[in-house]
């Protein structure tokens, strides 16, 4: 048979769950002030939260697409002189203290003939600096609202690729400018220098070409901000 508590025994307990009964309020003031201070700070965010919107097609990406139409109707092949221009001009790349291209393969001109085709409305820095190589784009652009994912491919975009199975580096190794989204099956068309590819008598060369890439075959996709135009 259980046995009858004391008196004494009463009392403790009572004692100790009045003070449980006080850490628990003092936690409850504790938890009240703190919701208090959170719905002050709630009252001093700005009424709209400042976001970064992804870039959007501009309208010199549509410019620049037709000049690389026009390069591409101009029968652009190896070694032509006109991918010298590309490579040296102040409307191209503005590396003008490299020798006069004329051989095949004495420079990679893809980014050249994109940097060509979005012209002088883009700094002349951002042409010479990061237009040049894979790398450069990667370097600049990686860590930025300009890279874009593959599946949001838009006309005008740059879009790295890989142009082996060994998908190496990993940032891709040959540039083109796309001139459609992707379709339902993940090709895209593009128009590119330093290719292999359809020219406009529709055979197959190297130069300024057109090709259907899929984005299976996407490295990076980079879309130019506002500040990498001449203002």
């Known amino acids: ?27 409850v003031r504790r938890l009240l002030r703190s919701l208090g201070q959170a719905q002050l700070d709630l009252k001093k965010l700005p009424e709209r939260l400042v976001t970064y919107p992804r870039p959007q ?7 620049a697409i037709d000049r690389a139409l026009a390069e591409w109707s101009s029968m652009v092949e190896e070694p032509d002189r006109r991918i010298d221009t590309y490579i040296r001009s102040r409307e191209g790349l503005g590396w003008d203290w490299l020798d006069p291209y004329t051989r095949n393969g004495q420079f990679a001109w893809c980014g050249a003939f994109a940097s060509y085709c979005y012209g002088t409305d883009v700094l002349l820095s951002v042409r010479k600096n990061t237009f040049p190589s894979c790398y450069r784009m990667n370097r600049d652009w990686f860590s930025s609202s300009r890279l874009q994912d593959s599946s949001q491919i838009l006309p ?4 790295v690729v890989y142009t082996s199975d060994e998908r190496s580096p990993s940032y891709g190794n040959h540039i083109t400018i796309a001139r459609t989204s992707p379709d339902e099956n993940g090709d895209f068309h593009t128009i590119e220098g330093n290719a292999n590819g359809v020219g406009p008598n529709q055979d197959w060369r190297e130069g300024v070409s057109k090709r259907t890439r899929h984005i299976n075959t996407v490295a990076r996709v980079y879309r130019l901000i506002d500040e990498d135009y001449e203002q």
């Open 57 to 63: 097609r501009s309208e010199q990406s549509s410019i």
């Open 156 to 159: 005008g975009d740059l879009v």
């Open 1 to 27: 048979m259980p046995t009858k508590a004391t008196k004494a025994e009463l009392e403790a307990t009572v004692s100790e769950l009045q003070h449980e009964i006080s850490e628990y309020q003092h936690e």
